[in-house]
């Protein structure tokens, strides 16, 4: 049996965590050979170069592959193999039965200093695997949110060298493109490996927009990110359910921190948009939401830093000069 039977080796770590047992790192072998009638199956083989503790592993092939698919390629997934961190594994792949010189075969090394982790979202929480090695420190992981440093979101938690299990589960309240897992070794000046879980999450993304809050006593609207975000915010005038939003002139600002439009009046129409390197979003806080208002029967409507009146039927179609005020500038035009 010719050599080019077998075409492909590959392996992989992974971590299996389980809530009630923790995690453990597993490898996982993949192959990629060309059918041959003499072939009746594969053998994959995991020995440790530290104990010489070896794995084994056999897949067979169907005899009816063996007449009608000859030549053909197949790829073949073997099961998971119990493996640690820092490991040094040599990994083969035999033909069944065995042919001399027929093998292929790679060294593989499970990393440390890499954390695995799992997002159990049902619990909310992260299972982080703590990477050890044979005689090495403590180590320390936390979560926290990055920010111009990365701001503590939970008391950081010490895994002893003779811990039981290596495992460590961090709650989390939600989950926010700058919330990130941190890891690092108990020795002075340890450099820190940072994962963001939710970095590319587009629910985590979702999120940001939505702090938006009205204070009835300043009649001031407000947002303040939860993470560091660049961009643009303005007030949009949208008229209905499913309309575009038509920006309102002078009212965009530069997100920094936190965004303030004071004098502002709860009108159902009035939105904030958000424009930034990830796309679009709006919010309109006073579309179902009921804010305190001053009690009385005519509607109180900001116009270039002074106070008019209008009846409260003047609601369903706002004049031209209902708008927020930003700051001591010219009235902002609204849609008529």
């Not at 811990?163 to 919330?179: G, I, T």
């Not at 939710?198 to 006593?217: C, G, I, K, Q, S």
């Not at 502002?264 to 804010?291: A, H, N």
């Amino acid at each position: 049996m010719s050599r080019s039977v077998l075409e492909a080796l590959t392996s992989s770590t992974a971590m299996q965590c389980v809530p009630s047992d923790g995690c453990a790192m597993l490898l996982r072998v993949r192959a990629s050979i060309t059918l041959h009638e003499r072939l009746r199956g594969l053998e994959a083989c995991a020995m440790s170069l530290d104990t010489q503790e070896t794995q084994c592993q056999s897949v067979w092939v169907a005899r009816a592959s063996h007449r009608q698919q000859g030549g053909q390629q197949l790829q073949v997934h073997f099961g998971c193999f119990a493996v640690s961190v820092a490991q040094h594994l040599y990994v083969t792949l035999r033909t069944i039965p065995h042919f001399c010189g027929v093998q292929l075969d790679q060294r593989h090394l499970v990393e440390a200093g890499k954390l695995s982790y799992w997002v159990d979202r049902r619990r909310k929480a992260i299972l982080v695997q703590v990477p050890r090695a044979s005689g090495s420190p403590d180590y320390y992981v936390r979560l926290c949110l990055k920010r111009f440093t990365c701001e503590d979101a939970g008391a950081p938690v010490r895994v002893t060298a003779n811990s039981v299990s290596q495992a460590v589960s961090l709650p989390y309240s939600q989950e926010l493109p700058c919330l990130c897992l941190e890891g690092w070794s108990a020795t002075p000046d340890a450099v820190r490996i940072q994962i963001c879980p939710f970095e590319n999450d587009t629910e985590a993304l979702e999120l940001l927009w939505d702090t938006v809050y009205y204070h009835p006593e300043s009649q001031t609207l407000s947002w303040e990110p939860a993470c560091p975000v660049s961009g643009h915010v303005s007030l949009c005038w949208r008229p209905g359910p499913g309309a575009g939003c038509r920006k309102l002139q002078q009212s965009s600002q530069l997100v920094h921190r936190r965004v303030q439009y004071p004098l502002v009046d709860t009108q159902p129409q009035l939105c904030l948009k958000f424009s930034t390197s990830w796309g679009s979003w709006v919010r309109c806080p006073f579309e179902q939401r009921r804010f305190p208002t001053p009690p009385t029967s005519r509607c109180t409507c900001v116009t270039g830093g002074s106070h008019s009146s209008l009846p409260a039927n003047a609601h369903s179609r706002p004049a031209r000069s209902l708008q927020p005020q930003v700051t001591r500038q010219p009235p902002l035009p609204l849609p008529s």
